[in-house]
Nanobody, 116 residues
Framework: QVQLVESGGNLVQPGGSLRLSCAAS????????LGWYRQAPGKERELVAR???????NYADSVKGRFTISRDNAKNTVYLQMNSLKPEDTAVYYC??????????WGQGTQVTVSS
């Protein structure tokens, strides 16, 4: 069973930064795509950022220019660097992977709260 362990969520003031990490118990080269999603109270889960095995990335319009997704192949870890955070970024952030057999896995989520 693949496990994803997220960390890095916290309370931060508007304009601040956080870096989320997601460590996967699977060789990163078996992964077709890694993504970060978020779910705010009363809202549906939405894609924030995604990176594929060939390094292609895509971002939600609301985070373009502020968030950066990256990966460390040696550590089987994917990161989400979040800058210029806004109150509307407040949500539970989830890591997701799709392996090369098209099976999907979710992390347990990490809370990000942006508030003064």
């Amino acid at each position: 069973q693949v496990q994803l362990v997220e960390s890095g969520g916290n309370l931060v003031q508007p304009g601040g930064s956080l870096r989320l990490s997601c460590a996967a118990s699977i060789n990163i080269f078996s992964i077709k795509a890694l993504g970060w999603y978020r779910q705010a109270p009363g809202k549906e889960r939405e894609l924030v950022a995604r990176i594929t095995s060939d390094g292609s990335t895509n971002y939600a319009d609301s985070v373009k220019g502020r968030f950066t997704i990256s990966r460390d192949n040696a550590k089987n870890t994917v990161y989400l660097q979040m800058n210029s955070l806004k109150p509307e970024d407040t949500a539970v952030y989830y890591c997701n992977i799709v392996d090369k057999w098209n099976s999907g896995y979710w992390g347990q989520g990490t809370q990000v709260t942006v508030s003064s």
